[in-house]
């Protein structure tokens, strides 16, 4: 499978960026999808995930519930990650995952960087 992310940038403070994540050669809809991100010289961290299409479970973390909305598109086996209100300490590298089972595949990370 490959994992590809894009629409990483540079963004302002209380600016928004959408990120999405084309994965191929799996059976998109049986995976759990899910986005994290990783600061300078911090861990990885779950920013949100949406399970497969029997549950659809949408799930946020605490730091970006009420900024950031999950979505995907399983004709185009993309997931979307719109991120509004953006903070400096929203800047990381943003990964994208695929999940099913003992299956899991990463993506090489988009950069996101927040500063005025």
């Known amino acids: 499978a490959q994992v590809v992310e894009s629409g990483g940038g540079l963004v302002h403070p209380g600016g928004s960026l959408r990120l999405s994540c084309v994965v191929s050669d799996v059976t998109f809809g049986l995976y759990q999808m899910s986005w994290y991100r990783q600061g300078s010289g911090k861990a990885r961290e779950l920013v949100a995930s949406?399970?497969?299409?029997?549950?659809?479970?949408?799930e946020y973390s605490e730091a970006v519930k009420g900024r950031f909305t999950i979505s995907k598109d399983n004709l185009k086996e993309t997931v979307y990650l719109e991120m509004n209100s953006l903070k400096p300490e929203d800047t990381a590298v943003y990964y994208c995952n695929a999940k099913f089972g003992a299956l899991d595949y990463w993506g090489q990370g988009t950069p996101v960087t927040v500063s005025s």
């Open positions: 949406i399970t497969d299409d029997f549950s659809n479970k949408i």
